[in-house]
């Protein structure tokens, strides 16, 4: 399987195997929250600065349709509007207490379910899917996030 391509059909294969992984664990959430609702929060909770064309531009959507994913999660308390004390024209979006324990709640269910798969590979093959990751990780311009994931 040395060829690129092949190899490209396998990990987008094994990416189904992951989402199904990761699809379960959100599922029977309560509140259950859709995933384009579940995107907003996740990048709010990852830019204290984010405002309404910022999340946009993130979701690659106009700028009215982030704000009807605004307004929803809004009037289920998941999400606040504040007026940006660095520029009163603008609105920030932040996450509400309950929006975090629902993130994190989900980021728990998640690590739990992938901990119980990969509980079931042999040790060697374990590291050798970490130091797998991390270099697709950095040949896709990024790090892996958790540094604590990094082999002896």
């Known amino acids: 399987m040395d060829r690129v391509s092949d190899v490209?059909?396998?990990?987008e294969s094994t990416?189904?195997?992951?989402?199904s992984v990761l699809d379960s664990a959100g599922a029977g959430q309560q509140p259950s929250v859709p995933p384009a609702?579940?995107?907003?929060l996740t990048i709010?909770?990852?830019n204290r600065h984010t405002n309404m064309s910022r999340l946009a531009e993130a979701l690659e959507v106009v700028p009215s349709s982030a704000s009807r994913l605004c307004d929803r999660l809004e009037a289920t308390g998941l999400l606040r509007r504040e007026p940006d004390p660095r520029d009163r024209r603008e609105?920030?979006?932040?996450?509400t207490p309950a929006a975090r324990r629902l993130l994190d709640e989900l980021r728990e269910r998640r690590?739990?379910?992938l901990a119980e798969v990969?509980?079931?590979m042999p040790d060697g093959r374990r590291d050798e899917?970490?130091?797998a990751l991390q270099a697709f990780a950095a040949a896709a311009g990024g790090e892996a996030e958790d540094k604590s994931l990094r082999t002896a």
Do not use: K, M, N
Not at 8 to 11: D, F, Q
Not at 91 to 95: C, D, F, G, P, Q
């Open 118 to 120: 990969i509980g079931r």
């Open 111 to 113: 690590r739990r379910a």
């Open 37 to 40: 609702q579940l995107r907003v």
């Open 129 to 131: 899917l970490v130091r």
């Open 91 to 95: 609105v920030r979006l932040l996450l």
């Open 44 to 46: 709010v909770a990852g």
């Open 15 to 19: 990416v189904d195997a992951l989402v």
């Open 8 to 11: 490209a059909s396998t990990v």
